[in-house]
T-cell receptor
Framework: DAGITQSPRHKVTETGTPVTLRCHQT?????MYWYRQDPGHGLRLIHY???????DKGEVSDGYSVSRSKTEDFLLTLESATSSQTSVYFC?????????????FGDGTRLSIL | KQEVTQIPAALSVPEGENLVLNCSFT??????LQWFRQDPGKGLTSLLLIQSSQREQTSGRLNASLDKSSGRSTLYIAASQPGDSATYLC?????????FGKGTMLLVSP
């Protein structure tokens, strides 16, 4: 168990509202990631972090922002949610410090934008 | 751009069968390849990681092989059990990217 907790686990909201998803880890790993998983697309990287206040964009970063003010917390924000952002969101961490290779995943947040 | 394909998309077998899941990728310039398992409503669990210099890795009833030159990897599951039912994903690690396949959904019936 890599000690990854995602919150909330489920959320339903309306188009245009802001949404923040939280990922919390207990083991002080440097690298953290946010992915989305959609049918027909597999897993796609949104943003990742390589330290406090150090973040970078992934493949599908448009419409998303992230913040990491503490090692243990990585937040994903949808500033103005759209229906195309309905998805399952996964947080992941890397134990060995390789920037692009997550190894442990949280259980996901199922987000529905109506 | 790396593309990863997993065949078949779904597979149903009776308990006890040996089975093979396939993963192919288009760019052979890879760092390593990883196999994951995903249970319904859960995140991914790493099963095996094969470095580009290796040919195979084994963990219990699982054996993963890698043929980098032909852009192929296989995951062999011996003596399948109902508890093996899950979606299996392969992920190809390039020098700056990680690309996932869409997965094979496996159902092992008692």
């Amino acid at each position: 168990d890599a000690g990854i907790t995602q919150s909330p686990r489920h959320k339903v909201t309306e188009t245009g509202t802001p949404v923040t998803l939280r990922c919390h880890q207990t083991e002080n790993h440097r690298y953290m990631y946010w992915y989305r998983q959609d049918p027909g697309h597999g897993l796609r990287l949104i943003h990742y972090s390589y330290g406090v206040k150090d973040t970078d964009k992934g493949e599908v970063s448009d419409g998303y922002s992230v913040s990491r003010s503490k090692t243990e917390d990585f937040l994903l924000t949808l500033e103005s949610a759209t229906s195309s952002q309905t998805s399952v969101y996964f947080c992941a961490i890397s134990e060995n410090g390789r920037s692009y290779q997550p190894q442990h995943f949280g259980d996901g947040t199922r987000l529905s934008i109506l | 751009k790396q593309e990863v394909t997993q065949i078949p998309a779904a597979l149903s077998v009776p308990e006890g069968e040996n089975l093979v899941l396939n993963c192919s990728f288009t760019d052979s310039a890879i760092y390593n390849l990883q196999w994951f398992r995903q249970d319904p409503g859960k995140g991914l669990t790493s099963l095996l990681l094969i470095q580009s210099s290796q040919r195979e890795q084994t963990s219990g009833r699982l054996n993963a092989s890698l043929d980098k030159s032909s852009g192929r990897s296989t995951l062999y599951i011996a003596a399948s059990q109902p508890g093996d039912s899950a979606t299996y994903l392969c992920a190809v690690c390039g020098y700056s990217t990680l690309t996932f396949g869409k997965g094979t959904m496996l159902l092992v019936s008692p």
